[in-house]
């Protein structure tokens, strides 16, 4: 059993994989960084000053033992109160427009090298000549 997860691990598909995992996490972070250093608070002064990761709506009552503002959603959820978090959704949502329009350019990238590998090579100037030459000839009598 230990030899065949070894042929598993060794193949490159997986190895792969493994690559891809971790870059995408590292990418991941890059754009999770971008969007809530960034943008969000770009977007928020264009609003007016608006913090989005802010917005929620309380679903449920705040606990009697809870001492910390009654506006503050990351406080309020760790003390367990249900919170709609739309802030926090918008910001997610915003994260992954992020990712799936770099994943398109990327694609498209890859995409249009493939197309240009794959393109039939340009016949050199003197062999189109000679077939010139060869059809020419066929044709007289």
């Known amino acids: 059993m230990l030899k065949e997860f070894k042929a598993f691990i060794a193949r490159g598909n997986v190895l792969d994989l493994a690559v891809a995992v971790i870059i995408g996490a590292a990418f991941g972070r890059i754009v999770t960084s971008l969007t809530e250093d960034i943008l969000m608070p770009l977007i928020g002064k264009v609003s007016g000053g608006l913090d989005f990761s802010g917005y929620f709506l309380r679903l449920g009552p705040v606990p009697a033992g809870y001492t910390g503002s009654p506006d503050d959603y990351a406080a309020l959820k760790k003390a367990g109160v249900p919170l ?20 398109f350019l990327v694609v498209r990238a890859a995409n249009k090298l493939v197309d240009l590998r794959s393109a039939p090579a340009a016949e050199p100037a003197d062999v189109t000549l000679l077939r010139e030459i060869r059809d020419e000839l066929k044709r007289r009598p």
């Open 84 to 103: 709609l978090g739309y802030g926090e959704f918008l910001t997610v949502a915003v994260n992954f427009v992020i990712v799936a329009f770099i994943i």
